[in-house]
C-alpha cells in the first residue's frame, strides 16, 4: 500500500496522516474551500480541492473521490468517521473499482447499520439483549400485548435510527398505541424506514462500548473497554478507558461476546460493539459501529496500539501482529471533547477566530486537533475543535492531569466546552465513578459555571471595563488592574 487517500478532514484526517507517513505511505488530502488553509491539507503529500463547504458538495461526493483516487493511483481510501465511514454504497462502489476501503466489508456495513438486522444477526450467538421485540411492529394490538410481558416502562426504537434518534419512552399502556403510531410516522419521516421495535427501558443505564480488531484471516482480538456515559442529547462529551465499574470477569466475558459480534458478519477491521449496562452489573448488546471511533485514542493510551496502523496492516492484507493474550491493560486514559460551543448558553455554536491558540502540553497528555491560531472554526462542518485526551498510571492520575491540562488550554476567540469538562472531573459523582448517562441532565446548569468567575473572566470584565473607561479619558496601569481584580474578588469572597 503506497498511497492512502482520507476521505475526512479536520483532527481525524491529520491523526490518520501521522500514523501513515510513519508506514511510509504516502498521503492525498480532499478539502472543501472553507478548509483551504487547514492544517490537515497542508500536512498531507498531495491535497485536491473538491467543491464549497457544504458537505454535500464536498467531503460526501463519493463519485468525484473515486475518479480521484484512480488519477492519482490511490490504493486505498480511509474514510475517519461520520461522512462517508458507514456508507455500504460507497464501500461497493470502491470494491468494484478495485480500491481498497479501510474498513469492514459493505456486507457487515448494511447488517449493522440497521438494529433489527443487527440484532438478527448476533442472536444465535447468545449475546444477551434488553428483553423485547425482534421483530419489525406489524400489528400495535399485538404488540400492545408484548409489551405488557415485557413490562413498562418501555422503549419504542426505530430500527434505521440512531445516535438516540427515533427513541419514545412509553411509561403508561394508555399510551401505547398513540405513542406507537408517532413514532411509525417519525421514523418514517426522518430515515424514511418505519420499522420499530419495542424494548423494556433500562433506567440508569451506563454505556459501555468494546473495541475490537479483526484481521482478515479469522482473527479478532477484544481491545477492552470504553465509557461513554457522559453525554449531551446523544452526543459523547467524555469518554475514558477502562470503565471504573467493570470486573476483570465482567471485562473478559463483554470481550468475549464482542468478538463473536464481529464473528456474526465476519467483521474486518476495527469495529465497536455498544452495550447497555444496567446497575446490577447486566450487560445488554445495543449496536456495532463500524468505523473507527472518536474517542479510540482512549484505547490507544491503554493498549500501546495505534488502531489506524492495525487498520492499515488489516486492509493490506496482514494477519494481526498480536493475540489476546499479549495485549495488557495499562493504567487509564480520559479523554475530553473540545467543542466550540458555550455551556453557559445552552452549548450554543460558537463562531470565531482562535485569536489564541495554545494546546497543553506536558507527561500524559494527547491534543488531536486540526486548528492553529489565528484559524478560522468554519461553521459548515461538527463544532469540534480538538479531543484532550490525558493518561495517567490510574483514574485519580488521569482525572488529575486532565483539570491540569484543561487549565492549561488557552483558546481566546471563541468559548468552548472546557469549563463543563472541567466541572465534570470536579463533580464527586463523576470522580467516585457513580454515575450513568443521566448525568448531565441530573446535575449540570449554566449557573454552575457562572458561579466561579475564573481570574481569567475577571481580567476579560475589567479589560472591558477599561475599554469603556478609556472611552471616558481615565486610564488605569494594569498593575492597579491586577489590584483591582485581586480586590474585587477579595469583596466576594
Ligand atoms: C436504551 C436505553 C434504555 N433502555 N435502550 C441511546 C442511543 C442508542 N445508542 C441507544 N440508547 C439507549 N437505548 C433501552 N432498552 C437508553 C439509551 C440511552 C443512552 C444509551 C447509551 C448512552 C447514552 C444514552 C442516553 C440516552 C438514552
Given amino acids: 500500500m503506497n498511497k ?27 478539502y472543501s474551500e472553507a478548509d483551504r ?12 480541492l473538491m467543491g464549497p463547504p457544504p458537505s454535500n458538495q464536498s467531503y460526501l461526493l463519493a463519485d ?39 474498513g469492514p466489508s459493505p456486507e457487515a456495513m448494511t447488517i449493522m447499520g440497521d438494529k433489527l438486522s443487527a440484532k438478527a444477526a448476533v442472536k444465535s450467538y447468545g449475546i444477551p439483549m434488553v428483553p423485547g421485540t425482534d421483530e419489525a411492529i406489524t400489528d400495535i394490538e399485538a404488540a400492545k400485548e408484548i409489551s405488557l410481558e415485557i413490562g413498562y416502562p418501555i422503549l419504542i426504537k426505530a ?43 433500562v433506567g440508569s443505564p451506563r454505556h459501555i462500548e468494546i473495541q475490537i480488531i479483526a484481521d482478515n484471516h479469522g482473527n479478532i482480538v477484544p481491545l477492552f473497554e470504553r465509557e461513554c456515559s457522559i453525554q ?57 459501529n463500524t468505523r473507527l471511533q472518536v474517542e479510540h485514542p482512549v484505547t490507544e493510551m491503554i493498549t500501546g496500539l495505534d488502531l489506524v496502523k492495525e487498520q492499515i496492516k488489516v486492509a ?18 480520559m479523554e475530553v471533547r473540545v467543542y466550540a460551543e458555550d455551556p453557559k448558553n445552552n452549548f450554543l455554536p460558537d463562531i470565531g477566530t482562535l485569536k489564541v491558540y495554545e494546546p497543553p502540553r506536558g507527561i500524559g497528555v494527547r491534543v488531536d486537533d486540526g486548528f492553529e491560531e489565528g484559524m478560522e472554526i468554519p461553521i459548515y462542518y461538527d463544532p469540534m475543535i480538538a479531543k484532550l485526551i490525558t493518561y495517567g498510571k490510574d483514574r485519580n492520575e488521569a482525572i488529575e492531569r486532565m483539570i491540569r491540562a484543561i487549565d492549561d488550554y488557552k483558546i481566546v476567540g471563541i468559548e468552548t466546552t472546557l469549563p463543563f469538562c472541567k ?26 459555571l457562572r458561579g466561579d468567575n475564573s481570574d481569567k473572566e475577571i481580567a476579560a470584565m475589567m479589560s472591558a471595563l477599561l475599554i469603556d473607561e478609556a472611552s471616558n479619558k481615565v486610564k488605569f496601569s494594569t498593575s492597579e488592574n491586577i489590584n483591582t481584580v485581586s480586590d474585587w474578588r477579595k469583596n466576594r469572597m
Fill in 4 to 30: 492512502i487517500l482520507i476521505a475526512n478532514r479536520g483532527e481525524i484526517a491529520l491523526r490518520i496522516m501521522r500514523s501513515a507517513k510513519e508506514m511510509g505511505i504516502k498521503t492525498v488530502a480532499i
Fill in 37 to 48: 488553509n487547514a492544517v490537515f491539507v497542508k500536512y498531507a503529500d498531495e491535497a485536491v
Fill in 64 to 102: 468525484k473521490i473515486i475518479k480521484i483516487c484512480k488519477e492519482l493511483n490511490v490504493d486505498a481510501v480511509h474514510p475517519g468517521y461520520g461522512f462517508l465511514s458507514e456508507n455500504a454504497d460507497f464501500a461497493r462502489a470502491l470494491h468494484k473499482a478495485g480500491i481498497i476501503l479501510i
Fill in 159 to 201: 430500527s434505521a435510527g440512531g445516535g438516540g434518534k427515533g427513541m419514545r419512552v412509553v411509561e403508561n399502556p394508555k399510551d401505547f398505541v398513540e405513542q406507537m403510531n408517532l413514532a411509525v410516522s417519525e421514523a418514517t419521516s426522518s430515515f424514511g424506514n418505519g420499522a420499530v421495535f419495542i424494548e423494556r427501558y
Fill in 232 to 288: 449531551r442529547r446523544h452526543q459523547k462529551v467524555i469518554e475514558e478507558a477502562p470503565s471504573s465499574v467493570l470486573t476483570p470477569e465482567l471485562r473478559k466475558e463483554m470481550g468475549e461476546k464482542a468478538v463473536d459480534v464481529a464473528r456474526a458478519v465476519k467483521y474486518s477491521g476495527a469495529g465497536t460493539v455498544e452495550f447497555l449496562l444496567d446497575e446490577n452489573l447486566d450487560f445488554f448488546f445495543l449496536e456495532m
Fill in 316 to 333: 493490506s492484507g496482514e494477519k494481526l501482529s498480536f493475540t489476546k493474550d499479549d495485549i495488557k491493560l495499562n493504567g487509564h486514559a
Fill in 423 to 448: 466541572f465534570v472531573m470536579q463533580h464527586e459523582a463523576f470522580t467516585s465513578g457513580n454515575f450513568d448517562t443521566h448525568f448531565v441532565a441530573k446535575y449540570f446548569t449554566p449557573e454552575v
